[in-house]
């Protein structure tokens, strides 16, 4: 009877170390993935940001403010081209 009680014990014993290993493997996984959602949201952020700066740079009025369009040509009476698929042009200047 004592050897069966130490067994059982020892087993009861090992499984409940079974399960705080498990536990302790679980919640650094739960850890490592909180702080790759963390990351992901900043970096998220942070492209928004770049998003919004890019549109600034791309905008009309930054691009008129230049100082290299300034001293572009102005065009009084512009010709066009359309092209289009399957269509062959002929351009007579």
Do not use: H
Not at 57 to 62: A, C, D, G, P
């Amino acid at each position: 009877m004592t050897s069966t009680y130490v067994g059982l014990l020892s087993i009861i014993s090992l499984l409940l170390l079974y399960y705080v290993w498990t536990l302790n493997v679980n919640a650094t996984k739960w850890y490592n993935i909180r702080q790759l959602e963390i990351e992901k949201q900043n970096l998220l952020m942070e492209k928004e940001q770049l998003d919004v700066r890019i549109a600034e740079l791309e905008s009309l009025s930054n691009i008129m403010n230049d100082e290299e369009l300034k001293n572009m040509e102005k065009i009084d009476e512009p010709d066009y081209l359309v092209i289009k698929d399957n269509v062959q042009y002929v351009y007579n200047y």
